[in-house]
C-alpha cells in the first residue's frame, strides 16, 4: 500500500498524507493507531465526500478510545484539536457493543463531514485478547530489552495486516444523526 494517499483541502490547497506521513509524524510508539486511522480515513473519505477531498473546515471527529495515537492522527490530518478542538471529542459510551475494546477505550470512531456523518468500528479478531495484554504488558515501555522488541514485532505485524486488508470491509460502520458543527 505504499503508494495509497488520503487527501483534505485547506485553503485552496490539497494535502496529501500516506501511511507513512501518520507514522512520521506519530512515531514508532504509535504505529498501530497510524496505519488504522489511515484506513479510517481512507473509508471515510470514501463514504462522507465521494466526490472530492473534504475541506478539513468540514470534518467534526469522535473518538470511543483516547489514546494519543488516535488524537495525533486527527491532528494532523484534520488539524481540529488546534483550529477547531470543540470539533474533537472522546466518548467511549457512544460505541455499539460490537466495536472492539482496547485497554483504556473502546475503538470506535464517527466521522463527520458537513451534515453526514458515520460511525466506523475495525473487526474485532484484530483486536482481541492478545492485542489488549501486549498493550497494556509494553506500552508503556516495561518488559526486558527482548520483550520490547517482541512487542514492536508485533506491531509492525499488525499494522502491516491492517493497511493490506481488503478495503471496504474493513471496518463496519452505520449512519449516525449528524451533529450541528460549532
Known amino acids: ?11 485552496g490547497e490539497i494535502l496529501e498524507f500516506s501511511p507513512a506521513s501518520l507514522y512520521a509524524y506519530c512515531g514508532p510508539t504509535q504505529i498501530i493507531a497510524s496505519a488504522l486511522m489511515f484506513r479510517l480515513f481512507e473509508r471515510a473519505f470514501i463514504d462522507l465526500s465521494p466526490e472530492a ?4 473546515e468540514d470534518i467534526q471527529f469522535l473518538s470511543g478510545f483516547p489514546g494519543t495515537g488516535i488524537a495525533e492522527c486527527v491532528e ?12 474533537f471529542r472522546v466518548d467511549r459510551g457512544a460505541a455499539p457493543r460490537e466495536a472492539p475494546e482496547a485497554v483504556s477505550g ?3 470512531f464517527e466521522v463527520q463531514i458537513k451534515e453526514r456523518r458515520r460511525g466506523y468500528w475495525p473487526p474485532r479478531e484484530l483486536f482481541d485478547q492478545v492485542f489488549r495484554k501486549k498493550v497494556s504488558l509494553f506500552q508503556d515501555g516495561s518488559g526486558t530489552v527482548q520483550e520490547q522488541e517482541a512487542y514492536l ?7 502491516a495486516a491492517i493497511l ?3 478495503g471496504e470491509g474493513f471496518f463496519a460502520s452505520r449512519e449516525v444523526l449528524p451533529k450541528t458543527l460549532p
Open 76 to 87: 494532523l490530518v484534520t488539524r481540529i484539536r488546534t483550529r477547531r478542538p470543540e470539533r
Open 164 to 166: 493490506r486488508r481488503p
Open 106 to 108: 473502546v475503538l470506535y
Open 1 to 11: 500500500m505504499p503508494n495509497k494517499v488520503i487527501a483534505v483541502r485547506d485553503k
Open 53 to 56: 477531498p473534504p475541506e478539513r
Open 153 to 159: 514485532a508485533y506491531k509492525k505485524h499488525l499494522s
